[in-house]
């Protein structure tokens, strides 16, 4: 059987690159596996963030998570923090990394290099990912394209450990979406949507209001000539937003080209945005509905209690074969 383990930092308001590289996959894959689905706020803290806007973005995620449609009958979610077998299988992972392996992962190269003073757990935040999933025994690992790397580093420490002390760790797979796993910037079709990126334009957030969403698609940059083609390398900023189009509304390229013949970016642009804003309004309802609700906080509860039963069992015979303990 499958069983699945993803993660979301709540270190911001979701965007919609979120939503279509990983979440849109996790409502799905409920339906076919043993899911766990994580809030990693240990791994938001690797940046310093205000306590109580973390307090709010924790729920905000959780809200979200099923407001999209996850069911809490069928998966558990949980927050990172309340399940301290992640910090301390983190530890005994760091402990398997090698400095050159983490040095090469380029989300640590592309956060420190605009970093004056770096902070260790930057550094060390692949080897929690890797406890994050390694605990659960995850088969398989949804994600978008940027997290490949850190699942392949998972793999190799999960080798490692396995080799050096004993079959403890199942090797998980990535599972990346060979369309819409790397939404980019609405302002610069060279970098990947993100919601850390202090350009408000750049990014459509998953509680933005329709007003918002026509304004940022209206002012979204588009290429050089006029045609509705799908064409990464000569039309970037174009193809995104066709990328975001038929994300949507589920359909390929082709159909959206034939479907905007004749059209310009003016047409093409106003039907993008009634498309995310009808796509996010019944999420968006459901998240208002959730949000302040105390059914919100059983759900963590339980989701929490679950989590650890089966990350204890993890735990306990990793320390066994390390030699750990006085058991
Ligand atoms: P995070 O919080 O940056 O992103 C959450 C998920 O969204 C995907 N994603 C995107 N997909 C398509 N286009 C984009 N522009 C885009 N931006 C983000 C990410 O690939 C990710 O799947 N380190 C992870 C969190 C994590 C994790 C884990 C993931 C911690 N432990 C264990 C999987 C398993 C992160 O920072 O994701």
Redesign the pocket.
Known sequence: AKTI???????GL??????????QHFVRLQDEADCYF?I?DY??ITLPQDPQELKENIRRLAALYLAVGLDPQKVTLFV?SDVPEHTELGWIMICQSHMGELERMT?YKDKSKKLKSIPVGLFT??A???A??LLYQ?TH????????Q??EL?RDLAERFNHRYGEVFVIPEPM?ASF??????LDDPTT?????NPNENS?ISMLDEPKVIEKKIKRAVTDSGHEIRFDPEEKAAISNLMTIYGQFTGQTMEEVEQHFKGCGYGQFKKELAEVVIDSLRPIQEKYREIYPSSELDRVLEEGAQKAREKAQQTLAKVKQALGVGLK
Not at 5 to 11: A, F, K
Not at 14 to 23: E, F, P, R, S, V
Not at 180 to 185: K, P, Q, W
């Open positions: 383990l993803s993660g979301i930092q709540p270190s979701l965007t919609i690159g979120n939503y279509l590289g990983a979440m994580c990693v791994h938001a990172q989300q935040y692949p929690l990912q890797a994050d999933i995850a690992v949804p994600v978008g394209e940027d997290q490949k850190h699942i998972t990346i819409g796993a790397r939404i980019m910037s990947k949507m993100s919601k850390s990014y």
